[in-house]
């Protein structure tokens, strides 16, 4: 049973699309994150919801949008796509906010947007 | 922010211990030290964190300076499954996790 799933696992679609990320944690956490790692292998955070409430939103492009159903599901809505949106997003799953918590991270979506 | 400052790679003798150093001068007292480790390919793995004492689990131990400007994150016994980028973070509740850029580590066989 996979902790923190993701789906799609790969992506490829045109500027100019829109698309969704779908993320789901099994592990009862209150606290979810999406990572987007870059060609260069850079790994930044871009948000952060605790409780379904957006914690931390990083200075990312407005298309981007994080939704959040309920605490064991994270999504990132993407409009407008550009080709530097390609890299892989990857999700994840902490029992909540505090320094003394261990991130889970899901596998990641290769996004390559063409 | 606090950050850390890792070696951008080591290279390690199978079955050999590996000693994975990290420097973080600027740690303040509610600071966390995390370690996570990135195979190819794969989602980043939580390893072992720590405030003030030495710390130990199934995968690694984590051994923190008295003076906590420094740790060091110990693989027993390297196999080749250990080659991968492994991070040094500081936690800071408000930021999240933030990475760097870590360390490669090769494992020869």
């Known amino acids: 049973d996979t902790a923190v799933s993701q789906t799609p696992k790969y992506l490829v679609t045109q500027m100019g699309n829109d698309k969704s990320i779908k993320c789901e944690q099994n592990l009862g956490h209150d606290t979810m994150y999406w990572y987007k790692q870059d060609s260069k292998k850079f790994l930044k955070i871009m948000f952060s919801y605790n409780n379904k409430e957006l914690i931390i939103n990083e200075t990312v492009p407005n298309r981007f949008s994080p939704k959040s159903p309920d605490k064991a599901h994270l999504n990132l809505h993407i409009n407008s796509l550009e080709l530097g949106d390609s890299a892989v997003y990857f999700c994840?799953?902490?029992?909540?906010?505090?320094?003394?918590?261990?991130?889970?991270f899901g596998s990641g979506t290769r996004l390559t947007v063409v | 922010d606090a950050k850390t400052t890792q070696p951008n790679s080591m290279e390690s003798n199978e079955e050999e211990p590996v000693h994975l150093p990290c420097n973080h001068s600027t740690i303040s007292g509610t600071d966390y030290i995390h370690w996570y480790r990135q195979l190819p390919s794969q989602g980043p793995e939580y390893v072992i964190h720590?405030?003030?004492s030495n710390v130990n689990n199934r995968m690694a131990s984590l051994a923190i300076a008295e003076d906590r400007k420094s740790s060091t994150l110990i693989l027993h016994r390297a196999t080749l499954r250990d080659a991968a980028v492994y991070y040094c973070i500081l936690r800071d509740s408000r930021l999240g996790m933030r990475f760097g850029a870590g360390t490669r580590l090769t494992v020869k066989p």
């Open positions: 994840a799953s902490s029992p909540g906010d505090s320094y003394n918590y261990g991130y889970t």
């Open positions: 720590g405030l003030t």
